[in-house]
């Protein structure tokens, strides 16, 4: 998640305060950091991987071959207006 973050703010009982200082100690790691890890963990098994298809992996390698040949164009009506 880079880029654009949102900040929550939870309130948690004095024995769950102490027991994840206690556990981020021992990880030497921040409170924060602890429950972030936390949070991805129970929640990755539930997000969606896709695998993209056989042919969308073959026009990828051939565009990525292609890109040392590939142009940079600046204004994109006067390209197609000279083609």
Not at 17 to 23: P, V
Not at 25 to 54: C, H, M, N, W
Not at 65 to 72: A, F, P, Q
């Amino acid at each position: 998640m880079n880029g654009n973050q949102a900040q929550i703010k939870i309130s948690v009982s004095d024995k769950l305060n102490e027991l994840l200082k206690y556990k981020a100690a021992r990880l030497g790691l921040p409170v924060t950091q602890l429950i972030k890890y936390i949070i991805v963990k129970d929640i990755e098994d539930e997000i969606p991987v896709f695998t993209a298809s056989s042919q969308l992996e073959k026009i990828s390698e051939k565009a990525i071959k292609e890109l040392d040949s590939s142009i940079l164009v600046d204004d994109i009506d006067d390209f197609f207006n000279k083609i």
